[in-house]
């Protein structure tokens, strides 16, 4: 069995491919050179990401945790946890009102149940 993730936003495109839950295809094109995290997408062909927040962290190109961005929760335009706090903080109060300010869930949606979720719960320190 084989199976695909895909996003195509501005103008980018990423592609996952996955076979027997080993990786056998990372695709990344934009019309410049994407930001991406090389060695976490070379050790993912040796060691594939063993949950959902690590594959989608992967289709963005970077890591899921460890960084400034905390968990990617927007894999089609690499938003972060941390920069969504923040918006929220900042005012925004709706999946929409994230989306214009960060483009989070205005390509896919697969991402608006867990915006909903954070507009929702408060951040822990």
Do not use: H
């Amino acid at each position: 069995m084989q199976l695909q993730q895909a996003t195509g936003a501005a103008g980018e495109y990423r592609l996952l491919a996955w076979r027997e839950g080993e990786l056998q295809l990372a695709f990344y094109a934009a019309p410049r050179l994407p930001t991406l995290d090389q060695g976490l997408i070379s050790a993912a062909f040796c060691a594939p990401p063993a949950d959902a927040a690590g594959r989608f962290a992967l289709l963005a190109g970077c890591s899921a945790q460890g960084n400034d961005a905390g968990r990617i929760i927007c894999s089609c335009f690499g938003v972060g946890e941390t920069a969504i706090r923040r918006a929220i903080e900042e005012g925004c109060d709706s999946p929409a009102a994230l989306g214009a300010a960060l483009k989070c869930g205005t390509n896919c949606g697969s991402c608006i149940p867990e915006l909903k979720q954070l507009l929702l719960t408060p951040a822990t320190a």
